[in-house]
């Protein structure tokens, strides 16, 4: 069911962690399936230094997760944020295709991190970044007015582990 590079991926993660001080974060999920991930960058001279995930989910968004950071290290924002759910899942072997979500979260936290960043600097924030950040807001308005009290809990979880 799953390819060679999810199970590694999912068995030894790679860049696993929270960033102490991250210079942007991203947070995203999905209540159906109940997948959430914290996305930490670290960013010198517009490219991405470092870049760590926490995430509560299964065999796919974990490996999803840990691809992306490899994606994503080394590469400038821009670049970093134009990696989509076909180069995750390209990257990791496939992925099957009711669990090809699990990508678009990692894509879209990898987004939102990026989106933090630019904001906290204040510098411009590209269309299609802007695009994202609304959808992705979008959907996180309608889990956090349907979900409240489980979005409470999974925030609470969070604090507690830090």
């Known amino acids: 069911m799953y390819s060679k590079e999810v199970l590694e991926h999912f068995k030894q993660p790679h860049n696993y962690g929270k ?4 210079d942007g974060v991203g947070k995203v999920g999905n209540v159906v399936c109940g997948d959430v991930m914290w996305l930490y960058i670290k960013v010198k001279d517009g490219v991405i230094t470092d870049i760590k995930f926490e995430t509560f989910g299964c065999v796919a968004a974990l490996a999803s ?3 992306i950071t490899d994606l994503a290290k080394g590469k400038t924002l821009e670049k970093a944020a134009a990696i989509g759910r076909k180069e995750i899942v390209d990257s990791l072997g496939g ?3 009711i669990k090809v979500h699990c990508s678009v979260l990692a894509s879209d936290a990898l987004s939102e991190a990026v989106y933090d960043y630019l904001k906290k600097k204040g510098k411009e924030i590209p269309a299609d ?7 992705i807001g979008k959907e996180k308005e309608i889990i956090e007015e349907k979900y409240h009290d489980w979005v409470k ?6 604090e507690d582990k830090a």
Request: aromatic share 0%; no cysteine.
């Open 19 to 22: 960033i102490k001080n991250p």
């Open 65 to 67: 997760s840990s691809i």
């Open 95 to 97: 992925l099957p295709p």
């Open 129 to 135: 970044l802007e695009r994202k950040h609304k959808r």
């Open 153 to 158: 809990v999974e925030e609470k979880m969070h």
